[in-house]
């Protein structure tokens, strides 16, 4: 994420109480238990693909496409699919609400997220980032041309590249206007011929009676506050994923008229009354 996006006050928590607690220290064990069990066993799986295989990783992502269907139900956030993860080679941009859009997204296909270069050094998170193949960037335009070519090495190895061109997380209710310049990336001559890039809308449904803006996360809300917050509603909330048919790179010739239509492709998504731009 390459600023923070903040548009009036965030949703007023609702008290959790006795029940609430007790509900957000069941699951929030068996969320810990997962995560880390998960990690456990991907790490030691990793000790031997990597030698093996290298830049391909052929089973650790099964791993984590596992851990993240579970932790769905610990959350208990109902995941609807709409259209089908491509298979096809290539990237995949999506819409970005939260740090849940972790889980559901790992949820449905292999892919690998590209995040801002601060989270490999955020406790825990940064840790779990980097066993699961996650690309680091950094805001340093002079990093640019280093940049696309680790893009590049990961797209030519086969990893589906997980981009959020918004640039930041929202409330879950609107689409941000796209920022081009990683795009660039899917315009290499190496592999622009063989490229596809996926768009990939979210749309999170709040449980009943509770702020729409129930599951967005942004500006300076604390991941702990949030997390305990989800882990103890008392109701289950949804995810709607469309998977949009894929857009071959080979027809575009300028990042921004591709960044356009992928991002009105995503915004297309969402139901009627979230389709502005902030």
Same mark, same amino acid.
Not at 126 to 143: E, H, K, N, P, W
């Given at each position: 994420?390459?600023?923070?996006? %903040?548009?009036?006050?965030?949703? @007023?928590?609702?008290?959790?109480?006795?029940?609430?607690?007790?509900?957000?220290?069941?699951?929030?064990?068996?969320?810990?238990?997962?995560?880390?069990?998960?990690?456990?066993?991907?790490?030691?799986?990793?000790?031997?693909?990597?030698?093996?295989?290298?830049?391909?990783?052929?089973?650790?992502?099964?791993?984590?496409?596992?851990?993240? +269907?579970?932790?769905?139900? @610990?959350?208990?956030?109902?995941?609807?699919?709409?259209?089908?993860?491509? +298979?096809?080679?290539?990237?995949?941009?999506?819409?970005? %609400?939260?740090?849940?859009?972790?889980?559901?997204?790992? %949820?449905? =296909?292999?892919?690998?997220?590209?995040? &801002?270069?601060? @989270?490999?050094?955020?406790?825990?998170?940064?840790?779990?980032?980097?066993?699961?193949?996650?690309?680091?960037?950094?805001?340093?335009?002079?990093?640019? &041309?280093?940049?696309?070519?680790?893009?590049?090495? +990961?797209?030519?190895?086969?990893? =589906?590249?997980?981009?959020?061109?918004?640039?930041?997380?929202?409330?879950?209710?609107?689409?941000?206007?796209? &920022?081009?310049?990683?795009?660039?990336?899917?315009?290499?001559?190496?592999?622009?011929?063989?490229?596809?890039?996926?768009?990939?809308?979210?749309?999170?449904?709040?449980?009943?009676?509770?702020?729409?803006?129930?599951?967005?996360?942004?500006?300076?809300?604390?991941?702990?506050?949030?997390?305990?917050?989800?882990?103890?509603?008392?109701?289950?909330?949804?995810?709607?994923?469309?998977?949009?048919?894929?857009?071959?790179?080979? #027809?575009?010739?300028?990042? =921004?008229?591709?960044?356009?239509? @992928? #991002?009105?492709?995503?915004?297309?998504?969402?139901?009627?009354? +979230?389709?502005?731009?902030?």
């Amino acid at each position: 994420m390459s600023f923070t996006w %903040s548009a009036g006050q965030a949703p @007023v928590q609702v008290p959790l109480g006795l029940t609430g607690w007790l509900r957000a220290a069941l699951r929030g064990v068996a969320l810990a238990v997962l995560v880390l069990g998960g990690l456990a066993v991907l790490l030691l799986v990793r000790l031997v693909e990597r030698p093996l295989c290298g830049l391909r990783r052929p089973v650790t992502p099964a791993i984590t496409v596992g851990v993240c +269907r579970a932790a769905l139900l @610990v959350l208990r956030l109902r995941h609807e699919v709409r259209g089908q993860p491509m +298979r096809l080679a290539g990237a995949v941009v999506a819409n970005h %609400s939260s740090w849940l859009d972790i889980f559901v997204l790992n %949820s449905a =296909k292999r892919i690998y997220f590209v995040s &801002k270069a601060e @989270v490999a050094g955020w406790p825990g998170i940064g840790a779990l980032a980097r066993a699961t193949g996650t690309v680091f960037i950094a805001r340093d335009r002079s990093q640019a &041309k280093a940049q696309t070519a680790v893009f590049e090495a +990961r797209l030519l190895a086969g990893h =589906k590249l997980l981009f959020f061109p918004e640039g930041t997380s929202t409330d879950g209710l609107r689409v941000l206007p796209f &920022k081009t310049t990683l795009f660039q990336a899917f315009l290499s001559p190496e592999l622009q011929t063989s490229l596809y890039i996926q768009p990939v809308t979210l749309a999170y449904a709040a449980p009943s009676g509770l702020d729409a803006r129930f599951y967005g996360w942004w500006g300076d809300m604390s991941f702990g506050a949030h997390l305990l917050t989800v882990l103890g509603a008392r109701g289950p909330g949804s995810v709607c994923v469309t998977y949009h048919p894929p857009v071959a790179a080979a #027809e575009w010739r300028s990042r =921004k008229a591709l960044a356009a239509h @992928v #991002e009105a492709l995503v915004r297309a998504g969402m139901p009627p009354d +979230r389709r502005g731009a902030a």
